[in-house]
Nanobody
Framework: QVQFVESGGGLVQPGGSLRLSCAASGFTFRRYVMNWYRQAPGKERELVAT????????NYADSVKGRFTISRDNAKNTVDLQMNNLKPEDTAVYYC???????WGQGTQVTVSS
């Protein structure tokens, strides 16, 4: 059974940092592109960051470019999202998911507020 479990969210002040982590299971992790998405209240889920199967390339939404960094550990079946210089508009539930397979996990809430 394909599963994604996100953690690391919380309340942070503007300009602060958080590191999200996702533990994946039930599939051959190293073969799949991994993604982080987010969904803010009243908005559609959006793709935030993508990392290739071996970590050789990454892509980011324009809104987070230069502030967020996606990384993965294929030995541990984990994918992380380092978020720096957080802004109130980054407030959302964050989800990880492999491309093409699996269902959404429960996500982790990130709230950026003073």
């Amino acid at each position: 059974q394909v599963q994604f479990v996100e953690s690391g969210g919380g309340l942070v002040q503007p300009g602060g940092s958080l590191r999200l982590s996702c533990a994946a299971s039930g599939f051959t992790f190293r073969r799949y592109v991994m993604n982080w998405y987010r969904q803010a209240p009243g908005k559609e889920r959006e793709l935030v960051a993508t990392i290739a199967s071996a970590g050789q390339s990454t892509n980011y939404a324009d809104s987070v470019k230069g502030r967020f960094t996606i990384s993965r550990d294929n030995a541990k079946n984990t994918v992380d999202l380092q978020m720096n210089n957080l802004k109130p508009e980054d407030t959302a539930v964050y989800y990880c998911k492999a491309s093409l397979i699996g269902s959404w996990g429960q996500g982790t809430q990130v709230t950026v507020s003073s």
